[in-house]
């Protein structure tokens, strides 16, 4: 079965301090991972994805995700955070793929403090 | 209109009314979803759909109807809802191949009175 824990419901960082979103996965096959954003009134939008390829994936935005598997892994970061950058951030795993059963973390809110 | 589009976007229903949320996807994709978002719960999934197909109901109350006419629409018909049915109501679709993504489209928020 698969399962996504998100740790830290809400996150806070200074405008330009490092980000580091954690999750931890379950999987009980080489897992598919993504990263979510949700702004305000929106739905969410694809930040990054791992498929089995390299283990530090970049997506939109300056954010990067490194799948460790020791340590089933797929912590989110960004370098500098923009004011921009809060939001809410949702981790996923799937055992099939980006359809039928993604299974959502709880996720986790940004608040970038000015 | 480009990528998944919903509507209507906010909807008030009494617990008797009967409504339908309807969504549409651009993108040439073979499978729809339905999830339930709720404050402070993960997103939950309802209803998947592969080509027209019902492939997963994830015992969701039948006051709940899925229907899928074709690859690009989905509907979710609601009626006698409870209170606690108040949440934001996402759709979202992908190819049906294994390394795909989902598309979101911006949510319906319904409230039950």
């Known amino acids: 079965a698969q399962s996504v824990t998100q740790l830290g419901s809400h996150v806070s960082v200074s405008e330009g301090a490092l980000v580091l979103l954690r999750c931890n996965y379950s999987?009980?096959?080489?897992?598919?991972l993504f990263w979510y954003v949700q702004y305000p009134n929106q739905g969410l939008q694809l930040l990054l994805k791992?498929?089995?390829?390299?283990?530090l994936v970049k997506g939109i935005n300056g954010f990067e995700a490194e799948f460790k598997k020791s340590e089933t892994s797929f912590h989110l970061t960004k370098p500098s955070a923009h004011m921009s950058d809060a939001a809410e951030y949702f981790c996923a795993v799937s055992e099939t793929g980006g359809y039928q059963k993604v299974t959502f973390g709880i996720g986790t809110k940004l608040q970038v403090i000015p | 209109e480009t990528g998944v589009t919903q509507t209507p976007r906010h909807l008030v229903m009494g617990m008797t009314n009967k409504k339908s949320l309807k969504c549409e996807q651009h993108?040439?994709?073979?499978?729809m979803y339905w999830y339930k978002q709720s404050a402070k719960k993960p997103l939950e999934l309802m209803f998947v759909y592969n080509f027209k197909e019902q492939t997963e109901n994830n015992s969701v109350p039948s006051r709940f109807s899925p229907e899928c006419p074709n690859s690009s629409h989905l509907f979710l018909h609601l009626h006698t809802l409870q209170p606690e049915d108040s949440a934001l109501y996402l759709c979202?679709?992908?190819?049906?191949?294994?390394?795909?993504?989902?598309?979101f489209g911006p949510g319906t928020r319904l409230t039950v009175t």
């Open positions: 791992y498929t089995s390829a390299a283990t």
């Open positions: 993108l040439g994709h073979n499978a």
């Open positions: 979202a679709s992908s190819q049906t191949s294994g390394r795909s993504e989902q598309y």
């Open positions: 999987s009980s096959v080489p897992p598919y």
